[in-house]
């Protein structure tokens, strides 16, 4: 009889990535499938970076590096932070990881014990409940709405806080909800964490430069909280890199450290010529190399939102960063079609997924299964008729 460990028994697989399993297997069927599951961009890594990584085979950057990454690639990501975010680090306060995804696995098993419990609002990204879990953190929710723009306020947040309480574990840009917090909603956030010794906050930064409103603001530009921050980043995103795995972590120098060794044991260092192509994406112009991709979201989000308000029942928030739209959908819900009986987003996805052949994330994933997630991170074409499909589709439940 096979036996596998409680560990893995009570976790979930990525409904992003099964969802976009079943997408290929209905693809390799015949079935054309519109897929809008995966949070990918749709743009090739910028040459200047292949060239990059191409050089650095050429030259035998072949060879184990530092665990925490080379320490040139560190220091050129402080610069990015001081240059970008007004923060100041030390190489020493950097770890380079195989993906953001692993970074943020390393700070949960450093700092997190069996029992403590950590602050999420929802919706919140699919894999910080399950890595919580792997690290045997008791995951608190706070559920936020359409109405406060999915945002976190300070009285949610300090009512929500015990003694067991060890982190706040956020997003901005959010994912999925496109949500974006300015300087002052993270300073009173900040405000309220300080008063609590040993609370920290994991502050998710992964879409960084998909920012719609002028400019992306840092948990850890403020003096008083940044040591009490851990900042979360990486090149998948901004840089159309996700297959290079370069996650980034910037913290206190102790919780570099044990990070480092918790890595040591897990993968050691990241890909030696995903470093070198990191390094170069330190120092891209951003409005030559990543404005245009920012702008292409932007005239994508505008798009889906104009056809989107064409369906019935559809209810969004507008999202300013990231490359989502996460409409609640409760107005289907126990309406029918054919066999098909509509409870929950789950049924809707699924529905969807057979009817029209579009592929969507339901929102049990993120938190709440009266939503959807809509990327929008493919073409103009794509997304028109992904959503033409989707409105014949939900005109036939009645």
């Known amino acids: 009889m096979p036996h596998l460990s409680d560990r893995v028994n009570q976790i979930s697989e990525s ?29 090739p890594t910028p040459q200047i970076i292949k060239d990059a990584a191409k050089k650095a ?14 320490v040139e690639l560190r220091a050129d990501i402080c610069e990015k932070f001081k240059r970008d975010n007004k923060i100041n680090y030390v190489p020493e306060e950097i770890v ?38 792997l690290g045997g953190g008791i995951p608190v929710i706070i559920e936020t709405s359409i109405e406060s723009d999915f945002k976190l306020t300070p009285k949610q947040l300090q009512d929500a806080i015990t003694p067991k309480t060890r982190m706040l574990m956020m997003s901005t840009p959010c994912n ?5 917090y300015t300087k002052e909603e993270l300073k009173a956030l900040g405000e309220v964490v300080i008063k609590h010794e040993e609370l920290y906050i994991l502050s998710d930064e992964i879409y960084e430069h998909i920012n719609f409103i002028g400019g992306h603001q840092s948990f850890a530009q403020f003096d008083f909280i940044k040591e009490r921050v851990i900042t979360i980043n990486g090149v998948s995103k901004g840089f159309a890199m996700t297959g290079w795995r370069g996650g980034i972590m910037a913290a206190p120098k102790w919780i570099a450290q044990a990070c480092d060794k918790m890595q040591g044991q897990f993968t050691s260092a990241t890909s030696s010529i995903t470093q070198k192509a990191m390094h170069q994406a330190m120092h891209l112009d951003f409005d030559t190399y990543i404005k245009p991709m920012r702008d292409a979201f932007l005239k994508r989000r505008d798009l889906v939102l104009e056809l989107m308000n064409q369906i019935p029942g559809l209810k969004t928030n507008v999202p300013q960063g990231a490359f989502y739209v996460y409409p609640e959908v409760s107005y289907y819900f126990g309406k029918k079609y054919k066999n098909y009986t509509i409870n929950n987003a789950t049924d809707l996805t699924m529905f969807l997924l057979d009817e029209a052949h579009v592929a969507l994330v339901p929102g049990a994933a993120f938190g709440s299964d009266t939503y959807i997630r809509f990327s929008y991170a493919t073409s103009e074409k794509n997304l028109t008729e992904a959503l033409r499909r989707m409105k014949e589709a939900l005109a036939k439940l009645q």
């Open 176 to 180: 999925p909800t496109g949500t974006v």
């Open 15 to 43: 409904q992003t990535i099964a969802m976009a399993r079943k997408s290929r297997e209905l693809k390799a069927q015949g079935i054309d499938i519109i897929s809008l599951s995966l949070g990918e961009p749709d743009f």
């Open 57 to 70: 085979i050429d030259e035998n950057y072949s060879y184990y590096t530092h665990v925490s990454g080379y």
């Open 96 to 133: 380079v990881s195989t993906g953001a995804k692993q970074s943020i696995a390393n700070v949960i098993l450093c700092l997190i014990n069996p029992g403590d419990e950590v602050i999420v609002p929802s919706p919140y990204w699919v894999s910080y409940i399950e890595i919580l879990k």
